[in-house]
Nanobody, 128 residues
């Protein structure tokens, strides 16, 4: 079982930037699909970006060109990032890091049910 801990959320004005981090601990992370999801009040949890391997990343149409997902592996530690630029009020949500042994690992059809490990989330609020 993996342990995921998100950080980096906060409040920012429209057009601003934030960088979310997800510290990963546990075993076999290198074989897992990793992703960022978000959930706004009253809405379903939706996939934002997926990471299968360097160069194998996909994005929701609503964030494509503005968000970048990446992963760093150093000294045995793994961190998943989400760089968010040109933020819009509609990006406001709780953002979750997730991981699971899903071979597809693309944003199309990325259901939360495919991911068995989740962090507790970090809040992003974008003001207009």
């Amino acid at each position: 079982q993996l342990k995921l801990v998100e950080s980096g959320g906060g409040s920012v004005a429209a057009g601003g930037s934030l960088r979310l981090s997800c510290a990963v601990s546990g075993t076999q992370y290198s074989t897992y699909c990793m992703a960022w999801f978000r959930q706004a009040p009253g809405k379903e949890r939706e996939g934002v970006a997926t990471f299968a391997a360097p160069g194998a990343t996909t994005y929701a149409d609503t964030v494509k060109g503005r968000f970048t997902i990446s992963r760093d592996k150093s000294e045995g530690a793994v961190t998943l990032y989400l760089e968010m630029n040109s933020l819009k009020p509609e990006d406001s949500a709780m953002y979750y890091c997730a991981s699971g042994p899903w071979g597809g690992c693309t944003i199309d059809g990325a259901s939360p049910s495919y991911f068995g490990s989740w962090g507790k989330g970090t809040q992003v609020t974008v003001s207009s």
